[in-house]
């Protein structure tokens, strides 16, 4: 009789889509390329979660190419979000905590449910300006224009002298982070509950 039967899982995946792409990117031969080079995973790796950090571009797009018939070694692709919370931990170097929430995969829960229910709650806010003693000089929900706001008035508050890049995206993105108590709320762990995403994620 045949015993278990051991699969690898990946977990951490990201695509051309991602807010911090190394692929070269987000055009059509760079995701041919990157679709085939999943086709292409030895065969013992059965599950992979599609992680672009805060949002779910590449996941949807990945499951379009399953759709049609692509990655057909893959037996299940699911939606990674990968957020930076404000701890941190570290003794010589300090670094923040990558967060990650994997959700169900699209059977059992569309990635519109996700956004509505999650994604979309995610707010955050800086204070980007001195004279502001009492209030913030950025805040709000968090969508890819409001990182690349965040990004501009970091960058244009920088000195010349140390500006490094101005992809204003990735900038904004790599100086945001979430308090875990409001990613719980987001979740229906907190007093409020969320039945949309009961039991369809792991943390």
Request: glycine content about 6%.
């Amino acid at each position: 009789m045949r015993g278990s039967e051991w699969h690898k899982w990946d977990l951490h995946i990201h695509t051309p889509s991602s807010l911090c792409s190394e692929y070269g990117g987000d055009s059509v031969l760079v995701w041919d390329k990157f679709i085939s080079e999943l086709e292409q995973l030895p065969s013992e790796i059965k599950v992979i979660g599609i992680n672009d950090y805060l949002f779910l571009d590449g996941y949807e797009k990945v499951i379009e190419y399953k759709k049609d018939g692509r990655l057909k070694n893959i037996d299940l692709i699911l939606p990674v979000i990968e957020l930076r919370i404000k701890e941190f931990v570290g003794s010589k170097e300090l670094n923040r905590i990558n967060y990650h929430i994997i959700f169900s995969d699209e059977s059992n829960l569309s990635t519109q449910v996700i956004k509505s229910h999650f994604i979309s709650g995610l707010t955050a806010k800086a204070n980007l300006n001195p004279e502001y003693t009492k209030k913030y000089s950025w805040g709000g929900v968090v969508t890819k224009d409001s990182l690349i706001e965040l990004g501009k008035h970091i960058y244009n508050s920088t000195p010349a002298e140390k500006r490094q890049k101005n992809n204003f995206l990735e900038i904004g993105f790599n100086n945001i982070n979430f308090e875990i108590s409001k990613i719980k709320e987001l979740l229906g762990e907190g007093s409020e509950p969320n039945t949309f995403l009961e039991n369809k994620y792991f943390k």
